[in-house]
DNA sequence: GAGTGGTCTAGACCACAGG
DNA sequence: CTGTGGTCTAGACCACTCG
């Protein structure tokens, strides 16, 4: 591990149990002196802190904490949300439907595809504790994914389109919204069709930049509420 | 503006215009070099490119375009998301109800302040083209902003806590969820009942990192989509 | 003016990807 | 092995805050 994180991670755990919110830090030369590391490198350890959110700096006066408490931590875990996190790397889920479509121009806005490819829908149903919490519909490219609505049925689909491809897919935008569930994820989600579903629009690319996967999770918002931490 | 900045702008339009999806930047060497600049500062410059969302790192590999949409500089400005900078910072707003309340046990796992302390609450009514768009709860310790009951009418309240009483509030951290609107919340958003209505709880501090306001903003599900930046 | 964070330069070496 | 990005050090000066 990198000087940088380890110092980084050290002083995570000093400010959660030796600051309080409103404490200034030490200055970055004495952190640096003590840490008998650059100022540089000190530095990049803070802006750690600085882009989770923990602290502020404040140009002339000192470096601030704003956030010391202990979900920090799950908070920088899951990049994004923790319920992103559920949606898609956890392993309850199975595929419920698949059908084949091709892009027309509306879909193309949405869902950046060109218009003309042909895709694979997938639909998938993520439970936790045996209950459906959000059912998510994934977009596939079908000619960057041959075999895969054959092979995959269950666990997580970008585990498998990593191990079965070598595709390292990657999050590129998530767009929230919310509104009354169609009857059929009404049904799937076992919910009450007043009950709203928090609506995620995500597009994911491969390491080479190319869209793979456009996908719109439907989440009950009775179970859900979406962490989005702030830069 | 710092040089960094300068050539994270250029660097910025001749992707939009040069480059496609997929393209690889050329090398930080070769960038260095033209903006005759140290590769470090380059590298800060395409640091601003990677936080945005625009470019990714390969290690080994180079770096490559993974967004180069006009949009993207949207996306850029609010940092955070447009639709928060529509709840937050335009001016179209005013002051619909106002009270005082005491926080409670629960109220204080919510807001973050502490139990006992004497809350002013502002709800504020957002339009765009003269349409109702958004209504938010804002809570504010009354002890910190005196006066404020009495003068602030419209307008953005964080422009107004700053010019009046110093106070640069930030955003700490954000909770999205959705549920269907009370018939208050319908009757200001002159909507439906069964439309339903994004929540946005945020959790604001001063440049002190002393919490000032929790607010609670609620936005018709059929004119908003909340667009999140990933890191 | 003293102290803090912000930026820039210079040079070095390491770790990874790919021919 | 070459080229790429990743990290670290060293030293300098600037911009801001506050007493």
Redesign the interface.
Known sequence: MAIYQQVAKILEGEIRTNFK??DFLPSEWALAKRFSVNRHTLRRAVDELV?S?MV?R?HGRGT????NRIEYSIRKRA??TESLKEMGLKPEARVVRQSLTQVDEAFSRDSGFLPGTNLLELCTLRTVDGEPICIISHFLDIELVPGLADQYREGSLHAYLESTYGYQV???????????PDSEDATWLNCSQ?L???VVRSHN?T?????IEYSVSRSR?DR????????
Do not use: N
């Open positions: 919110v409103g882009h959110g502020l404040q601030i904490v704003v956030d990049r994004f990657q999050r590129r935008a998530g767009y929230v919204s919310a509104r009354l007043m709203p579903v928090l690319i390491q080479t930049g190319k869209p918002s859900f509420e979406m962490k989005v931490a702030m830069l």
